[in-house]
């Protein structure tokens, strides 16, 4: 059974520039969920997919941040221009809306510098 | 709003001792779900257990056990007879019964010494 996938697993960058994120979920998973993780803290919720539609986005998804799932598979996280504060560990997660309870499982993360 | 406070930020104890994790909720939602996650040094969050809040049934599993009491808005994890392969950040996460995110607290960092 696999699990949910992040690559990369680390990513270093100079302040300024681009960084994309993909995530692929556990398979037949119909919703996606990418959360951010600053040091020492718990995961704050960025933003969700159920199949290929956005279905919110949390006020810390800054218009520098952009988020896809074209065919309501893996998704993409893009930071653009990117700045010191955006360092962190960036975590997908995934689940299976089939009409009750749900549990999200979580992939690895990328762990995201800003120089 | 909803809000999830874990007043322990870390708990050291020796080896074999039984260790509680605090977990204190606040939500307007009638129907909503409790979760607890482990993360370990490499990072992934470890699904432990889910609770809905009609259920207040406290569950165990092997050493692991869970006491979920609306009356105070808590929902605590027990480890008993700790093992160091325990030593983890855990995480208590709350979803309202209308929303899909979750809501986490700060997190414990246990360490469990030989």
Not at chain 1, 50 to 58: D, I, T
Not at chain 1, 66 to 81: C, D, H, N, V, Y
Not at chain 2, 6 to 31: F, G, H, N, P
Request: include cysteine.
């Amino acid at each position: 059974d696999t699990g949910v996938s992040q690559n990369p697993r680390h990513k270093i960058t100079k302040r300024g520039q681009n960084v994309t994120f993909r995530c692929d979920p556990i398979s037949e998973h119909n919703r996606l969920y990418w959360y951010r993780q600053t040091l020492g803290q718990g995961p704050e919720f960025l933003t969700y997919f159920q199949n290929e539609a956005q279905l919110e986005k949390s006020r810390l998804l800054s218009d520098r941040f952009s988020a896809e799932r074209p065919k309501g598979s893996f998704s993409t996280l893009e930071i653009q221009r990117t700045e010191q504060g955006d360092s962190a560990m960036y975590l997908c997660a995934s689940s299976l809306a089939a009409g009750g309870p749900e549990t999200q499982y979580f992939g690895p993360g990328t762990r995201l510098l800003v120089l | 709003a909803q809000k999830v406070t874990q007043a322990q930020t870390e708990i050291s104890v020796v080896e074999k001792e039984d260790v509680t994790l605090d977990c204190v909720y606040e939500t307007r939602d009638t129907t909503y779900y409790l979760f607890w996650y482990k993360q370990p040094p490499s990072g992934e969050l470890v699904f432990l257990i889910r609770r809905n809040s009609f259920d207040e049934q406290n569950e165990i599993s092997g050493r692991y056990s869970w006491n979920f009491q609306k009356s105070t808005s808590s929902f605590n994890f027990t480890i008993t007879a700790s093992q160091v392969v325990d030593s983890a950040v855990y995480f208590c996460a709350l979803r309202g019964g209308g929303a899909q995110k979750l809501v986490f607290g700060q997190g414990t960092r246990l360490t469990i010494n030989p």
